[in-house]
């Protein structure tokens, strides 16, 4: 079973939570919005605990290095299988200065032309109803985990 970790980090504005997501890069992701945003995240393995991989992941995808408070959230599962544990995380970090890393793919397919691509072209900040609806479906009971521990 593949399983992948994440960083969703929030802050509140002017009174309201606002989530961190992320638009994955690459011509598979490029004219999608609705359902198509995601928390920072990616695969690990057995040897890795969950915590670090996400921590790694969210550098990765951000350029960077994330501490404080971490809230576990209960594992989600995706369409695909892939379960995804996350990790809630207050910050107030600004998108402009981020940097993904890359991957490299042959495109078009079959061309023989091998093309780079960012993991992630854009981060944006989401009010938790706006979020609800740009993300994933299978990542949404995070989202919804977090909006409710803010509340309470």
Not at 3 to 11: D, E, H, N
Not at 39 to 59: C, M, Q, S, V
Not at 133 to 149: D, P
Request: charged fraction near 30%.
């Amino acid at each position: 079973m593949k399983q992948s970790a994440g960083i969703l980090m929030y802050r509140i504005r002017d009174n309201k939570l606002e989530m961190l997501l992320a638009h994955p890069g690459g011509p598979f992701w490029k004219n999608k919005d609705l359902g198509a945003w995601s928390i920072p995240k990616g695969e690990y393995n057995e040897d890795e605990e969950a915590l670090t991989a996400a921590i790694r992941e969210f550098k990765e995808e951000t350029g960077l290095l994330i501490d404080g408070a971490f809230i576990q959230l209960a594992p989600v599962k995706q369409k695909s299988g892939k379960v995804v544990q996350a990790w809630a995380v207050e910050g107030d970090a600004d998108i402009s200065t981020f940097v993904s890393n890359k991957f490299t793919i042959e495109w078009p397919p079959k061309s023989g032309k091998m093309v780079e691509f960012p993991e992630v072209d854009k981060w944006e900040w989401f009010g938790a109803e706006k979020a609800k609806e740009k993300v994933l479906y299978g990542q949404a009971g995070l989202l919804e985990e977090l909006a409710e521990l803010i509340k309470s």
